[in-house]
Nanobody
Framework: QVQLVESGGGLVQAGGSLKLSCAAS????????MGWFRQAPGKEREFVAA????????YYADFVKGRFTIARDNAKNTGYLQMNSLKPEDTAVYYC?????????????????WGQGTRVTVSS
């Protein structure tokens, strides 16, 4: 059974950086996509970024382009989300998820395995 464990969240000042990690286990991911989503208090879960495990193709939400970078380490079965130039509006719980189709999709419905989330708080 696939398990995803996020880490790396915390409190940071505006303009700062954080690097989130998502350790995956219980499966093989060579044909799949890892996505990052976030959910702020009182808001719906929204897509942040995705990476195809096989060729490292990436897809970003417009609001993170140029600030966030998604990456993966095949040997460690771990995905990463490097977040720079953080803003208070980036405050949310961040989730990683696995999508089985290999397609870079922003819809949460396309992802079947989810981590428990890691909280990111950006102070002004």
């Amino acid at each position: 059974q696939v398990q995803l464990v996020e880490s790396g969240g915390g409190l940071v000042q505006a303009g700062g950086s954080l690097k989130l990690s998502c350790a995956a286990s219980g499966g093989t991911f060579s044909r799949q996509v890892m996505g990052w989503f976030r959910q702020a208090p009182g808001k719906e879960r929204e897509f942040v970024a995705a990476i195809r495990w096989s060729d490292s193709s990436t897809y970003y939400a417009d609001f993170v382009k140029g600030r966030f970078t998604i990456a993966r380490d095949n040997a460690k079965n771990t995905g990463y989300l490097q977040m720079n130039s953080l803003k208070p509006e980036d405050t949310a719980v961040y989730y990683c998820a696995i999508g089985p189709s290999g397609a870079l999709i922003s819809s949460a419905k396309a992802y079947v395995n989810w981590g428990q989330g890691t909280r990111v708080t950006v102070s002004s």
